[in-house]
């Protein structure tokens, strides 16, 4: 299987594009506007920067990257669970959970693009899920 890679929608993207813009001509504009510099004019550089920022890590690395061996959402603190160790698959009405053993890993679909959340749907078609069965013993 070839690596898949799961896009943001462009609806995501360009709003942080567009914010980005306002911020940083806003601060441009009180920049120049006043008198004196003031160090809390420069939050809206540093707000205009920030959303530059978000805007080009999503737009180069995406959303989702799955590999032959596992998951990975990608993000300032990203996740990654291997397919191997999907013991169920839940769809809901935001988006799928994966859920393992020891955690669960949600994806919104809603920040999915839609020709990736139809290659997204027909991935996890084949996923094939561990059947192991748990025991809890009560006495």
Known sequence: ???????YTKKRLYI?????LFWTTLGVFVLWESNTIRWYNFGYLL??????????????????????????????????????????????????????ENRKFNIHTNLIDENSLIEFDTFLNTIEISEKEYYELKI
Request: net charge positive; with cysteine; hydrophobic share 50%.
């Open 1 to 7: 299987m070839a690596d898949i890679i799961i896009k």
């Open 16 to 20: 942080n594009l567009i914010l980005a």
């Open 47 to 100: 707000a205009g920067l920030l959303y530059f920022t978000q805007f080009f890590y999503d737009l180069f690395w995406q959303y989702l990257f799955i590999s032959d061996e596992c998951i990975k959402i990608n993000g300032f603190f990203g996740k990654k669970i291997r397919l191997k160790d999907i013991t169920a698959i839940e769809k809901f009405a935001g988006g799928y959970t994966l859920k393992t």
